[in-house]
């Protein structure tokens, strides 16, 4: 008997686990085409989200939005599920996402988290997106849509967002896609959460410079791993971003202004690990990552370690 033949019939389309930025974003916008569950860690949670927010357009117009918001014990089975909450939260996200999925989830996070991920079925895999939300008073404002990129067998996901105007697509080379982010990621998310500074002060000269170190640095780890884009590829890319980009605040520089737990460990945390294993010590990822968990610990008045 299939995996289905166990599940009960799926009362939504999507369930959308973590109602972050990001998470309300995509839910209100997925909320026009689709039956969308959005999934907050607790029905306290749930129950404020149900009183609405507004989500702001990139062109500056606004909508209320009225989600059906469930605690993680009261939330009802969705044929697919969209995982969208902090790293270090992956592994509880991930438990609850197989719950209620039919035929399958899938992480939009940042950082590497297969690990956090529970055994199949249903498959619970990673995928990736560009897309970004930000919080803007009592409003979440989608900074861009993005793209996102999906795991083969998540064709009808991608055609759902695509129809709520969340540009996706099935990838069929997305690790390429997910170590390209993950490039963009160890460079803007720990020097902006150093620098105190959003994303457009990296192309200032010196921030700039340790920049382009940092992609040199972490090159062949990257090519390792199996992508064949060179460093200058990469550092384009960087540049890219941190232009279309220039006046946010990154994830992780947010995190540590709000005293949280950032997402280090799964970012850069990760780079270390596989430098490791090819016996590369690389000391400017090594520097940022201490002076980021630093940061951590010190606005969450905890002693350093």
């Known amino acids: 008997m299939s995996w289905r033949a166990f599940t009960a019939?799926?009362?939504?389309?999507?369930?959308?686990?973590?109602?972050?930025?990001?998470?309300?974003?995509?839910?209100?916008?997925?909320?026009?085409?689709a039956r969308v569950a959005l999934v907050a860690r607790n029905e306290e949670r749930a129950a404020g989200l149900r009183q609405g927010y507004r989500l702001r357009e990139p062109d500056g117009s606004e909508a209320a939005i009225y989600p059906q918001a469930f605690g993680p014990r009261e939330a009802p089975p969705a044929r697919w599920a969209i995982i969208l909450v902090k790293t270090p939260d992956t592994a509880a996200a991930a438990q609850i996402a197989a719950r209620l999925a039919e035929r399958g989830a899938v992480s939009l996070q940042n950082g590497w988290v297969e690990d956090a991920f529970p055994p199949p079925p249903p498959p619970v895999l990673q995928g990736a997106t560009t897309a970004a939300a930000k919080v803007e008073g009592e409003a979440v404002a989608l900074v861009s849509p993005g793209t996102t990129w999906l795991p083969p067998g998540f064709e009808e996901v991608a055609g759902l967002l695509t129809a709520a105007g969340l540009p996706a697509e099935?990838?069929?080379?997305?690790?390429?896609?997910?170590?390209?982010?993950?490039?963009?990621?160890?460079?803007?998310?720990?020097?902006?959460?150093?620098?105190?500074?959003?994303?457009?002060?990296?192309?200032?000269?010196?921030?700039?410079?340790?920049?382009?170190?940092?992609?040199?640095?972490?090159?062949?780890?990257?090519?390792?791993?199996?992508?064949?884009?060179?460093?200058?590829?990469?550092?384009?890319?960087?540049?890219?971003?941190?232009?279309?980009?220039?006046?946010?605040?990154?994830?992780?520089?947010?995190?540590?202004?709000?005293?949280?737990?950032?997402?280090?460990?799964?970012?850069?945390?990760?780079?270390?690990?596989?430098?490791?294993?090819?016996?590369?010590?690389?000391?400017?990822h090594r520097a940022l990552y201490h002076l980021v968990r630093a940061l951590e610990q010190v606005d969450r008045g905890q002693p350093l370690q």
């Open 170 to 284: 099935v990838s069929q080379d997305l690790l390429a896609v997910r170590l390209r982010k993950l490039a963009v990621n160890l460079v803007i998310n720990p020097l902006t959460a150093v620098l105190n500074r959003p994303n457009g002060a990296l192309l200032e000269p010196a921030a700039w410079e340790l920049a382009v170190e940092l992609v040199r640095e972490m090159a062949p780890v990257l090519a390792a791993r199996g992508l064949e884009d060179g460093w200058e590829d990469l550092l384009r890319s960087v540049e890219r971003v941190a232009r279309q980009t220039a006046d946010n605040v990154s994830s992780m520089l947010a995190d540590v202004r709000a005293g949280r737990r950032t997402e280090i460990e799964e970012i850069t945390g990760v780079l270390l690990r596989w430098g490791a294993e090819l016996g590369l010590e690389l000391p400017r």
């Open 9 to 33: 019939r799926a009362e939504y389309d999507v369930a959308i686990v973590g109602p972050g930025a990001l998470g309300r974003a995509f839910a209100g916008r997925l909320g026009r085409v």
